[in-house]
């Protein structure tokens, strides 16, 4: 296989995941978040709503479950749509800001019970999808 033209300093295309009308919704309706967690299972939305309700009535283990639930669901969903473990996750694109609030929420929470080192690799993985994510999130 000759490489050959190909610029090796290219990396991995941005992902966008796809938009969920009927959950934005619901959301819009006032649905709380275990509602929309139970409608929308495979949803990082629903899942990082559920773990911001928790983490801010201070349900900090609840919140890091949630969290991690809406973590790996994001983790499918982006796989699904070509993700192969690296490369841009635009927070500019809406549809991509349930995972990333999910990734930030669970770090938050990872701190929160002293798991230092699962909250640093997560700080770098939010950095790593998208730079502006976090001050997006902890505005």
């Given at each position: 296989m000759s490489l050959a033209g190909k610029n090796l300093l290219d990396g991995p295309e941005p992902t966008y995941l796809d938009e969920e009308p009927e959950l934005l919704a619901r959301i819009e309706a006032g649905d709380e978040g275990e509602d929309?967690?139970?409608a929308f299972p495979k949803s990082s939305l629903a899942w990082a709503l559920l773990a911001q309700d928790a983490l801010d009535s201070g349900y900090v283990v609840?919140?890091?479950?949630?969290?991690?639930?809406g973590y790996h669901r994001g983790l499918d969903a982006?796989?699904?749509h070509g993700?192969?473990?690296h490369g841009p996750i635009?927070?500019?694109h809406e549809p991509n800001r349930g995972f990333?609030?999910?990734l930030y929420l669970l770090g938050r929470a990872a701190s929160a019970i002293g798991e230092t080192d699962e909250a640093q690799r997560i700080s770098s993985f939010l950095?790593?999808?998208d730079p502006e994510a976090a001050g997006q999130l902890s505005s």
């Amino acid at each position: 296989m000759s490489l050959a033209g190909k610029n090796l300093l290219d990396g991995p295309e941005p992902t966008y995941l796809d938009e969920e009308p009927e959950l934005l919704a619901r959301i819009e309706a006032g649905d709380e978040g275990e509602d929309l967690a139970r409608a929308f299972p495979k949803s990082s939305l629903a899942w990082a709503l559920l773990a911001q309700d928790a983490l801010d009535s201070g349900y900090v283990v609840e919140g890091y479950a949630y969290a991690r639930v809406g973590y790996h669901r994001g983790l499918d969903a982006l796989r699904g749509h070509g993700w192969k473990g690296h490369g841009p996750i635009p927070f500019s694109h809406e549809p991509n800001r349930g995972f990333l609030r999910s990734l930030y929420l669970l770090g938050r929470a990872a701190s929160a019970i002293g798991e230092t080192d699962e909250a640093q690799r997560i700080s770098s993985f939010l950095n790593d999808s998208d730079p502006e994510a976090a001050g997006q999130l902890s505005s």
